[in-house]
C-alpha cells in the first residue's frame, strides 16, 4: 500500500510541475492534447524512419520479425502473433512476397494450410532496419510499477473513450497509416 501511496504522489508532484513543460500552457486540455500530438509524431517519425530504411511498413516488418523468431509459421498463426486479421495478414504477405522477402507453400496432406517462411533477402531486410517504438515502449513499460502500468493504461483507455475510439480496429502496432499503405511501404 505505500508503493501505492508513493506512486500517486509521485502522479501529483509531475501533474503540479506540468506548467513547467510549456510556461504559458495553463489549460490542462491544452496540455493533453500536447502530449497525444508528440505521441502521434513519435509515431510517424519512426514509421517514416523505418520506411525510409526498409521500404518496409511497421506491420511488414513485425511479421518479418515473427518469422525470424519463429521460422516457417503457418498465416493464422503468423495472423495471430501480430495481433492482425486473416485478411489483412494473407495481403502483407502478399507484398512480402513481391519484394521477395517471404516465400509461402501450401501443405502437402492439407493444400487449405499455408505456411510462410522467410527468405535470405527477408533476413538482410531485417538486419538493417530501425527498431520499432513499440519494441521501444514495450520495454520501458515492462520496467516500470504495476501500479504505474495500470495507471497509464486507464489512462489511454479513457483518451479512446473521450475520441470515441473504441470501436476503431487497432492491432498493437505503432503506425500513423493503414498496415497496407502502399505510401508509406515506399517511403512517401
Do not use: C, Y
Amino acid at each position: 500500500m505505500a508503493q501505492l501511496s508513493e506512486g500517486f504522489e509521485s502522479v501529483r508532484l509531475s501533474a503540479a510541475h506540468a506548467d513547467t513543460w510549456s510556461e504559458d500552457m495553463q489549460d490542462q486540455a491544452e496540455t493533453a492534447l500536447v502530449a497525444l500530438r508528440r505521441v502521434l509524431k513519435a509515431t510517424a517519425s519512426n514509421v517514416k524512419a523505418v520506411a525510409t530504411k526498409t521500404g518496409l511498413t511497421a506491420s511488414q516488418l513485425l511479421v518479418l520479425q515473427v518469422l525470424r523468431t519463429q521460422g516457417e509459421t503457418l498465416t493464422g498463426d503468423l495472423a495471430r502473433a501480430v495481433d492482425l486479421k486473416q485478411a489483412t495478414i494473407s495481403i502483407l504477405i502478399d507484398k512480402l512476397q513481391e519484394q521477395e522477402l517471404v516465400v509461402r507453400r501450401r501443405g502437402e496432406t492439407d493444400r487449405r494450410r499455408v505456411w510462410v517462411k522467410l527468405t535470405e533477402k527477408g533476413l538482410a531486410a531485417l538486419d538493417g532496419a530501425p527498431d520499432l517504438l513499440q519494441d521501444t515502449f514495450r520495454t520501458r513499460f515492462g520496467q516500470l510499477a504495476e501500479w504505474e502500468q495500470a495507471s497509464i493504461t486507464a489512462a489511454l483507455l479513457r483518451v479512446v473513450s473521450l475520441l470515441d475510439a473504441e470501436k476503431i480496429e487497432a492491432s498493437p502496432i505503432l503506425d500513423v497509416a493503414d498496415v497496407n499503405d502502399p505510401l508509406v511501404a515506399n517511403g512517401q
